[in-house]
């Protein structure tokens, strides 16, 4: 019982720190300079995307790409 009760004080306070980064990572993001804010939250998957869509070249790029965002979102989410 004791260790289950230190195990779960343990995830809880790990918890709570990832939210006290999540929550500065946020801050330091409206802080950057707006080419380091480009660099570090849409830039990785917008250049993936255009090489997809250079490879693909399918007859309505706007919508291929946009598409692409969308589908691929979570992969580029958590390192905001």
Do not use: C, H, M, W
Not at 28 to 46: E, G, M
Request: glycine share 2%; no cysteine; hydrophobic share 40%.
């Amino acid at each position: 019982e004791v260790a289950g009760s230190f195990v779960l004080n343990r995830i809880v306070e790990n918890e709570k720190i990832n939210a006290e980064k999540t929550s500065k990572q946020k801050v330091d993001l409206q802080s950057l300079p707006t080419r380091a804010y480009l660099d570090q939250t849409v830039v990785p998957i917008l250049l993936q995307g255009l090489a997809v869509l250079a490879k693909e070249r399918p007859p309505n790029p706007i919508e291929f790409l946009a598409a692409y965002l969308l589908k691929n979102k979570s992969q580029f989410e958590d390192r905001n």
